[in-house]
């Protein structure tokens, strides 16, 4: 039997005003979790939302990507730091070198090392975009999460017991709740 909400909440913030207790604990906060039909809220400090005991974040297509990018950038380096050890004009290079007639050398030589500072320029910017994307990996806010199952379970109890007090109290305000004194005569 499904329940009354899903487990997806949605992160939302509220003004410094309208801030509550977290549910956790106590500290007012502004970050507010609630669900897709908005039967159910809550107010949690945004430092426990990165707490996997307590919720995990919904990854998006965007994030996912930016992780695909990070490591094809990473490998990518790996190849052009590879690469680049190959053409570095090591002193041994000229040593064994030197069987090769001279101008071929000197023609070898000039190929190498500018082979060696272009990928050296290469590496510079692929190393930049890489720190670059790490940032945007780093500073990503997300903003669906779906609480941990001892969690969500805590919710549910929470959400049942409310509804409940709130038919008990319903049925208190009803007329004939309470026993009443009889009003006939007894005569």
């Known amino acids: 039997m499904a329940g009354p909400f899903n487990n997806h909440y949605t992160c939302r913030q509220v003004a410094a005003k309208d801030s509550k207790a977290c549910a956790i604990c106590y500290k007012p906060t502004t970050t507010v979790l609630i669900t897709d039909n908005q039967v159910d809220f809550f107010y949690v400090c945004s430092g426990h939302l990165s707490d996997a ?3 995990t ?3 998006p297509t965007e994030y996912q990507d930016l992780v695909k ?4 950038l990473e490998s990518q380096i790996d190849k052009t730091t590879q690469e680049r050890y190959k053409h570095k004009p090591f002193l041994w290079n000229k040593v064994w070198g030197s069987k090769k007639p001279k101008e ?3 023609e070898g030589d000039a190929d190498s090392s500018d082979k060696y ?3 050296t320029k290469e590496l510079e910017a692929q190393q930049k975009e890489l720190e670059a994307t790490k940032s945007s990996i780093a500073s990503y806010s997300f903003k669906n999460y779906q609480l941990d199952d001892s969690m969500f379970k805590v919710r549910l109890n929470h959400h049942t017991q409310s ?3 709130r038919l008990r109290q319903q049925k208190i305000e009803q007329g004939g709740f309470f026993p009443e ?3 006939h005569d007894v005569t």
């Open 57 to 59: 974040a919904i990854k």
């Open 104 to 106: 071929d050398a000197k």
């Open 69 to 72: 990018k990070r490591i094809e």
């Open 53 to 55: 005991q307590f919720a």
């Open 163 to 165: 509804q409940a007090a």
């Open 181 to 183: 004194v009889p009003r």
């Open 117 to 119: 500072a272009k990928l």
